[in-house]
């Protein structure tokens, strides 16, 4: 995994030293942005969008070192170029009042945008107010804001980008073609409500390499409309683990197709740790009876080991109408609390097993 998030770094350098001399740069600081964490800088970043995207030439939006307060912001296209680059070498923090954000969908977001790289730096989304909130069960509570989004979109990569207590999910991929996530880092406590590390669904070609996401709930999460999915090197824990699932709402719900988790995903007392879950009910209210339409087929779980939080570790609980299909499984293992041995629980999944398999196959 080092040696990948290096390969990672010195690519990310040899882009900048290539380019930095033929793109136009918009550095927020001097167009008014303040670096003491306070000031509200939220004008001055829509000012460096707004010049970058509407550049005929390829251009950057560079954040240097600081902490930047900025609050809901929208880096909309289409631009007029499809070679915009965000630099963060500071730190962007939401406002200190949750509310600011809370009834927001979003703090960070990016849409219909093409050819736009996001590298390096850190989001603190500052989402502790708003899970004591919800945690005293006050009706007052906002949803909160998903800290970056990227939405009907193509050609989006984001490197080493570090989002730390996010109010909801960290990153989420929406309605996109083409987006590589390498290298990031997510930070929430175990105990922090809806903060998946990074959500896909209605996107195609996205690509997770060499990051490691802790957080309170899911590790990555695949909604529906997620189809060629690549998940490889990434380390989860705390948290929920890899899931599949919350399929099944709309009644002409698209489906999941070919995702793959490769190579060395490492669960550090994770929760669910492999997970598909056509039954998902939160809170065991409300919940329809009804068997699932949506048809799940062709995943693919490979060198996956680790520890997991819960004795069920590999759970597929699949829909009776269409069946999970074609699941493949090599090289597996994980354990419960390091030395009991963790079960496996299957309803409606069939599949196949390859190589180390623990805990033992239910198919």
Request: hydrophobic content about 35%; some cysteine; aromatic content about 6%.
């Amino acid at each position: 995994m080092t040696n990948h998030l290096l390969l990672s770094a010195i690519i990310t350098t040899i882009f900048f030293t290539g380019t930095a001399t033929s793109a136009a740069t918009y550095n927020v600081k001097k167009l008014g942005a303040k670096p003491d964490g306070k000031t509200d800088s939220t004008k001055p970043f829509t000012d460096a969008w707004s010049r970058a995207c509407g550049s005929n030439k390829p251009a950057t939006v560079y954040v240097p070192k600081g902490t930047f307060m900025v609050g809901g912001l929208r880096f909309s296209g289409p631009c007029k170029n499809s070679d915009v680059t965000v630099r963060i070498d500071g730190t962007l923090v939401a406002p200190e009042n949750y509310f600011v954000l809370g009834k927001a969908r979003y703090w960070l977001r990016f849409q219909h945008v093409h050819g736009v790289t996001i590298v390096g730096g850190t989001v603190d989304a500052r989402g502790a107010g708003l899970w004591a909130c919800k945690s005293s069960r006050s009706k007052n509570c906002p949803d909160g804001a998903t800290s970056l989004a990227i939405s009907n979109s193509n050609n989006v990569k984001v490197y080493g980008l570090t989002s730390v207590n996010s109010q909801m999910f960290h990153i989420v991929v929406n309605g996109c073609k083409n987006v590589r996530v390498v290298g990031v880092n997510v930070v929430a406590p175990a105990d922090s409500p809806n903060t998946d590390g990074i959500h896909v669904q209605l996107s195609t070609g996205v690509t997770i390499l060499d990051s490691k996401i802790s957080t309170g709930d899911d590790c990555v999460s695949i909604g529906p409309g997620a189809t060629d999915l690549w998940v490889e090197n990434v380390a989860c824990g705390p948290g929920h683990g890899i899931s599949i699932g919350s399929l099944g709402k709309d009644y002409n719900e698209q489906g999941v197709k070919n995702v793959t988790v490769k190579r060395n995903a490492i669960m550090t007392n994770v929760e669910n740790p492999i997970l598909i879950d056509q039954n998902y009910c939160p809170g065991h209210k409300n919940c329809p009876n009804q068997v699932s339409g949506v048809r799940i087929s062709n995943v693919k779980y490979q060198d996956v080991h680790g520890t997991s939080a819960t004795k069920v570790a590999v759970r597929f609980d699949c829909s009776k109408k269409y069946p999970c299909k074609r699941i493949t499984m090599q090289d597996v293992n994980l354990s419960f609390k390091n030395k009991v041995p963790a079960s496996a629980y299957c309803v409606n999944a069939g599949g196949k097993t390859s190589g180390v398999m623990k805990p033992t196959s239910c198919f």
